[in-house]
């Protein structure tokens, strides 16, 4: 009874699974259910509209020179008169995307170009928002491509888009490479900042007076208080010879005190003595 209910479980798994990869592959590649004519939108006309965008518009203006620089003077005309101007601007952003990308998907010459860059396959789905997307691989004599179209109910082309499919060792020098450079750009703006606040200053201080340090007012202060002791000590000085040469003076005019008179000034005079 066990292996029973086992062998059952496995066998439902099966139809499960089976039925869940059916409804993937019909949504792969099928307009079943949506807005789109089944009739229309056939993988085998959804691959050929890639293949004509690619190989016969955006490889023939390439090999022609237009760049996106003169690609309206060049097609406006022939693009917009013949269809509409949203239809020009999708092909002139379409073809701008491609243009970049050409290089790296590489090629070998100009005479090669149609042979070295192609479309290799092509696969379409109707996206949630009840769009179909076309999906077409772009193989390159480099590197690999992926150009996505969006077409409405009418087969026109609403978005075209080309993406270079990378490596992860690319992708991861590329992220490693971009590091670096914004790091090198905050690293160089924070040492221009840092200079311009270094000259404040200079720019802004100029007038300010310099402010006074605590060892500058110590030393100071120890100047005055060395001043002063050495003029007290040069008042002493002179309060004794002045008392002297009042002693000098009584001595020589013969009188026993100095109350007669009083010494006021003394003054140094260079006066050379000779003796006759």
Not at 2 to 24: D, E, S
Not at 111 to 140: M, P, R, Y
Not at 179 to 196: N, Q, R, V, W
Request: proline residues 1%; negative net charge; contains cysteine.
């Amino acid at each position: 009874m066990k292996h029973k209910k086992l062998i059952l479980g496995v066998m439902l798994t099966c139809l499960l699974g089976l039925t869940a990869c059916g409804q993937t592959t019909s949504e792969i590649n099928s307009v079943e259910g949506s807005r789109y004519s089944s009739q229309t939108f056939t993988l085998t006309n959804i691959d050929n509209y890639a293949n004509m965008v690619e190989d016969q518009r955006f490889e023939t203006w390439y090999l022609a020179g237009v760049t996106p620089d003169n690609f309206e003077s060049l097609l406006y005309q022939e693009i917009a008169m013949s269809t509409t101007d949203e239809h020009y601007e999708v092909m002139a952003k379409g073809y701008e995307s491609w243009y970049k990308a050409v290089n790296d998907i590489g090629y070998d010459s100009l005479d090669s170009l149609a042979s070295d860059i192609f479309v290799a396959k092509t696969s379409f789905e109707i996206n949630k928002d009840g769009e179909l997307v076309a999906t077409s691989e772009i193989q390159g004599t480099k590197r690999s491509a992926e150009m996505v179209i969006y077409l409405n109910n009418r087969g026109e082309p609403t978005e075209i888009g080309v993406t270079v499919m990378r490596s992860m060792g690319e992708k991861l020098e590329n992220a490693g490479l971009n590091t670096l450079l914004g790091m090198g750009m905050a690293f160089t703006i924070l040492i221009f900042i840092s200079l311009i606040i270094s000259l404040f200053p200079i720019l802004f201080g100029g007038n300010k007076k310099k402010k006074t340090s605590d060892k500058e007012i110590v030393q100071k202060a120890m100047d005055n208080t060395i001043s002063q002791i050495a003029e007290q000590e040069e008042l002493v000085g002179d309060a004794e010879l002045v008392a002297v040469i009042a002693a000098a003076i009584a001595a020589y005019e013969g009188s026993g005190s100095t109350d007669g008179f009083r010494v006021r000034s003394i003054r140094k005079v260079n006066k050379n003595w000779k003796k006759y």
